[in-house]
């Protein structure tokens, strides 16, 4: 049966997104709405009054917001309600009253925005050499730290290699440069079957108390913290398996550069300088990569901007250049490997246990 929205929700749908981000804002109220059991109609009749849910109503072109046409933005609550209730499906949700997780909640949350405005504003970092995939390693550790509500996760380099569409080998070397600018530390070694820990927090920020007086401060309201974890989480989450494909593999593939400055667009039409601004590249450097991704296919470009199209045409573009399937075989010879390491640290432990007085038989595999 349909449930009242959450607080959050509520809150989102009475907000004045036009003024802010409304992509985000809607989301809060769908991922809401979808938790509470609402339907699409429901979410439909309120689509034109809603302040909350602007982004239905309306597109960003540049400063201001122009009206979307009816057909486009019954098809923009669609599929972005598609996206909500496979979310709210799929994702692990908190089950029970912890007074704690609010509060540990929007303290990561601070974390990983306080990253992520830093890297923004790298201009340049990025999109040179390692840079492309540094900013996906980055980005990976900051969902996973979202997901663990700790800012220190354990990440083998596997893992984070497919999480990142990208090779192990370029993903140690990417947390080694990353270690070496002062983006994250590592806080512990791998050790046998466990992976090395990383934290992207490396100055133990969360926890530093405020050395100013907080007695005249607003304070945020209950669930705050939990609602701005969950946007960035959904927002982390979708830019990295957007840029994760097989046609931004290496080449023939069109480059991680070319993977992360997809991930950064949308159906609503962009403008060259918006796009180089969050990728932290020169406009023709920018210009380079979405004329790249329009002749792919991939991109739509007209007078508005650079946009996506309706259908995701990435995989048809990585079959036509014979690299589709790439990243589900590297995913299965990582498997492999897996496999392999943990039969040999099986068999490493069994070599060296003490031995027995009576005869035993040697483990089979596993």
Not at 152 to 176: F, K, S
Not at 227 to 245: F, G, N
Not at 330 to 350: N, V
Request: aromatic share 4%.
């Amino acid at each position: 049966p349909r449930r009242p929205l959450p607080r959050v929700s509520a809150a989102a749908l009475d907000e004045a997104a036009a003024s802010g981000d409304a992509s985000a804002v809607l989301w809060r109220v769908l991922i809401g709405a979808a938790a509470a059991r609402w339907r699409h109609a429901d979410i439909a009749a309120l689509a034109d009054t809603a302040p909350g849910l602007e982004h239905v109503r309306t597109y960003r072109d540049r400063s201001t917001r122009r009206p979307r046409g009816r057909g486009e933005a019954a098809s923009v609550l669609a599929r972005q309600w598609d996206k909500a209730v496979k979310y709210v499906a799929s994702a692990d949700r908190q089950i029970g009253d912890d007074p704690t997780f609010d509060a540990r909640a929007d303290a990561i949350a601070a974390r990983v925005r306080a990253v992520q405005t830093r890297a923004d504003a790298a201009a340049g970092r990025w999109t040179r050499g390692g840079g492309p995939a540094d900013r996906r390693v980055l980005d990976v550790l900051c969902v996973l730290a979202l997901q663990a509500v700790s800012a220190a996760v354990e990440a083998d380099t596997r893992r984070l290699a497919l999480l990142a569409g990208i090779g192990r080998e370029t993903a140690r070397t990417a947390l080694l440069r990353l270690a070496e600018d002062g983006w994250i530390t590592q806080t512990r070694p791998a050790d046998g079957p466990h992976g090395a820990h990383w934290t992207i927090d490396p100055h133990g920020l969360i926890h530093t108390p405020p050395t100013d007086s907080r007695s005249q401060a607003v304070p945020r309201p209950a669930g705050a913290g939990a609602a701005e974890r969950t946007s960035l989480l959904a927002t982390l989450t979708a830019r990295i398996t957007d840029a994760a494909h097989d046609l931004f593999s290496l080449s023939p593939g069109l480059g991680h550069l070319a993977g992360n400055t997809y991930s950064r667009t949308s159906t609503d039409p962009q403008q060259l300088d918006d796009v180089a601004r969050c990728i932290g590249a020169s406009p023709a450097q920018a210009r380079w990569l979405l004329d790249r991704l329009t002749e792919a296919g991939v991109l739509i470009h007209d007078r508005r901007g650079w946009r996506r199209p309706a259908h995701d045409r990435r995989t048809a573009a990585a079959r036509s250049l014979g690299i589709d399937g790439r990243l589900a075989e590297r995913a299965e010879r990582y498997r492999i490997e897996r496999e392999l390491w943990a039969w040999w640290q099986a068999e490493e432990a069994w070599m060296n246990a003490p031995k027995r007085t009576a005869p035993t038989r040697r483990p089979g595999r596993g």
